[in-house]
């Protein structure tokens, strides 16, 4: 019994290591080793005007994915431009979080109401984000996050008709 014990805690322990070494390596390739360095303190959460959540650009960074969804609980917009940035961007409409889709579709909120958006994607954020850098000087560690709003981007139209609740 104790040698099968041994043989599954240093199985357990080597899939550990690989499953970290993953971690490390993905990092090192989307070329972004820093992100490995943030330990979520919520230092920058307050920060954000926007009620953007910076550690999701750390999380959308560390996975290699723009798509990330992330919170983003102060922008303002139209109910059809939510839908047509993000269909399943999540928004508070009559009270309820639900995707820009449903409440058109389900709950038949007019395409012209003004909702709050609650969760979008990583590289939607960047685009709403005014890249004022709160975040990045609250940041403790100072990491650089306003290079990953600004490779998150990229070379996307930024939309003037977005409002910002202030």
């Known amino acids: 019994m104790k040698r099968t014990l041994i043989k599954l805690n240093t199985t357990m322990m080597v899939v ?29 959460n307050s920060s954000c005007i926007l009620g953007i959540d910076p550690q999701g650009f750390v999380d959308a960074a560390l996975a290699g994915d723009p798509h990330v969804y992330i919170y983003a609980t102060n922008v303002k917009l139209q109910l059809s431009k939510a839908a047509a940035i993000d269909p399943d961007m999540i928004v508070t409409a009559a009270g309820k979080k ?30 709403f984000c005014f890249r004022c850098g709160a975040c990045e000087r609250a940041c403790v560690l100072g990491l650089p996050l306003l ?19 202030q």
């Open 16 to 44: 550990l290591v690989l499953f970290l070494l993953a971690i490390v390596a993905n990092a090192l390739a989307s070329r972004q080793p820093w992100v490995l360095f943030c330990y979520k303190c919520k230092a920058c």
């Open 98 to 127: 639900v995707s820009a889709r449903a409440a058109l579709d389900e709950l038949h909120i007019s395409p012209a109401t003004e909702v709050v958006t609650y969760q979008v994607q990583a590289r939607h954020a960047a685009g």
């Open 147 to 165: 290079r990953e709003i600004s490779q998150l981007r990229g070379k996307e139209p930024v939309d003037a008709s977005v409002s910002h609740d």
